[in-house]
Every structure is written in structure tokens, then in C-alpha cells.
């Protein structure tokens, strides 16, 4: 079912951002900027003020204008590797209902196809239900089959779509629902 390899065990776990695991996040980050895409390009510049960004934005006092608070994780391997990372928003706003929703996340490159998305997400939606939410909403855009597959696993209901306002692309919309089975709607 995984074609680059088996898929991972329970080792994995979520880990807010810190210094201790500076280099192994910007050996993430480079990864991601060998690839093609800038994704981490702020902390590949300076990680100590990309960290701190990253808690300005965990708390409504010190959240930028216009973004919502939200807690980053890494998701790291029982050897301290850093194998995804994922921002949990802590509520929606309307353009983040249009894309964004409340969990965003992304898989390193070279484990990407694992088993790693899976379990990324899942362990968030643990993290959503400690913050009481009792559904949440998860997009990708339309191309991304592997995404679509991954947020589905994980009890996605899809919905209608939308189209980004910065690329124009379809935006698959699903939402989970994180209520215990038979809960009252």
C-alpha cells in the first residue's frame, strides 16, 4: 500500500517548535527549498525569529491582524527526525473556510507515500478535540489526490468545493466530525 516503504509505528509524535530541534527542522526546510518550493524559506533565513512568529500566532493577544491563533507541531520519529509539520487553527474566519480550514499540514518530501499524513493528521485531530472542537474542516486542493485520500482516512466528508483566491484552483473542502459516535448533532 506504501510505495517508498513501510509505514510508520506508533513512535511518531506531535512536538510544539522549539530550539532543541532546530536542526533537524532546517534540514526539513532545506529539503523543502532543494525541491523547489519556500515553504520554510523564513526560518532557512532566521530561525530564531521564525520560532518566534510561530508563538505570537499560538495566542489571540499576539496573533497577527487578520490570522487566527493556531498551535504548530512537528510530527517527529522516535530518532528525533522531523517527519511533517501541521498548523491547528483554533477556529475559522471566512476565507479560511474557503481554504485553509482548521488543520494545514504538510509532509516531508522524502517521506511522503508512508503512511506519515496519515498519522500526522490523525494525532492533530486528537490535539482539535482537547480544544473542544467538535468538527473541523481540512482542504486541498483538487489535484492533490494523495491529500484528498489521507484527509478521507481520517473520517472527511466532503463538501462543496471552492476556488482559491490566490492560485484559482479547485479547493476540496471535507469536514470532520470529532463528536464520539451517536453523539447528538
Known amino acids: 500500500m506504501y510505495a517508498n516503504g513501510p509505514r510508520y509505528d506508533g513512535s511518531m509524535q506531535l512536538e510544539p517548535p522549539s530550539p532543541r530541534r532546530r536542526d533537524a527542522f532546517l534540514e526539513v526546510a532545506r529539503e523543502w527549498r532543494d525541491g523547489g518550493t519556500d515553504r520554510y ?53 471566512p476565507h479560511l473556510e474557503k481554504e485553509g480550514g482548521h488543520i494545514g499540514y504538510d509532509v516531508r518530501p522524502s517521506e511522503r507515500l508512508r503512511g506519515v499524513g496519515s498519522r500526522l493528521l490523525a494525532l492533530t485531530l486528537d490535539k482539535a478535540r482537547a480544544l473542544g472542537l467538535e468538527r473541523v474542516l481540512v482542504t486541498c486542493d483538487h489535484d492533490n489526490v494523495g491529500s484528498a485520500k489521507i484527509i478521507e482516512r481520517n473520517g472527511g466528508v466532503e463538501t462543496t468545493p471552492s476556488i482559491s483566491d490566490r492560485s484559482g484552483k479547485v479547493v476540496r473542502r471535507f469536514w470532520i466530525d470529532l463528536r464520539e459516535p451517536g453523539a447528538a448533532s
Open 41 to 93: 524559506a523564513a526560518a532557512l533565513d532566521d530561525f530564531g525569529a521564525w520560532l518566534a512568529k510561530v508563538e505570537r500566532g499560538s495566542r489571540q493577544a499576539t496573533c497577527p491582524p487578520g490570522l487566527v491563533p493556531g498551535d504548530h507541531y512537528w510530527l517527529v520519529d522516535g530518532t528525533g527526525r522531523i517527519l511533517g509539520g501541521v498548523r491547528l487553527r483554533h477556529r475559522l474566519v
